[in-house]
């Protein structure tokens, strides 16, 4: 078998049908029925109409308030999950956390909150910390480091 003997099986190609052309093609009125508007040439309606009920792009709801281009987005990590990964007198930075596969993405900022409890002293540096989990690391001898920028 050769590229060259390749045909499509029987039937599968079919000629286009060609409307209009004398009574010898399609009969009378070529296919098309009798009148209106899909029966004349350049007729027929737009895929998105919809027999003029209200369409659905306008149907569904606009884009409505604004999206802030200042917006920070921050990585969070919760205590619990730095207390089950780290040791003591560990030094816990974003890059470790990344490594740690505890956040994702390449550039993200770190927020660190204060869900569970961490039982030793850590030295966290992110570029936020919640008040509560604040409170926790320094309660356990820890400290939290903010990250500028």
């Known amino acids: 078998m050769r590229l060259d003997q390749l045909r499509a099986p ?3 190609r079919r000629s286009r049908k060609r409307v209009g052309r004398g009574n010898g093609s399609q009969g009378t009125y070529s296919g098309r029925g009798v009148k209106g508007q899909k029966a004349r040439s350049g007729g027929g309606v737009r895929p ?3 027999g003029g009920q209200l369409p659905l792009v306008k149907r569904l709801p606009t884009q409505r308030g604004f999206v802030n281009i200042f917006r920070q987005e921050y990585a969070t990590v919760n205590l619990d999950v730095l207390a089950a990964r780290f040791p003591q007198e560990s030094e816990v930075t974003p890059p ?9 993405g ?13 039982g030793r002293a850590v ?6 910390f919640s008040t509560e989990a604040k409170r926790k690391i320094e309660a356990a001898g ?3 480091v903010e990250i500028q920028g």
């Open 106 to 118: 390449s550039n993200l900022r770190v927020k660190v909150l204060g869900r569970g409890e961490i």
């Open 10 to 12: 029987l039937g599968a």
């Open 142 to 144: 820890g400290s939290a």
């Open 48 to 50: 998105s109409f919809e």
């Open 123 to 128: 030295t966290i540096a992110a570029h936020k």
């Open 96 to 104: 470790v956390m990344k490594e740690a596969r505890l956040i994702r």
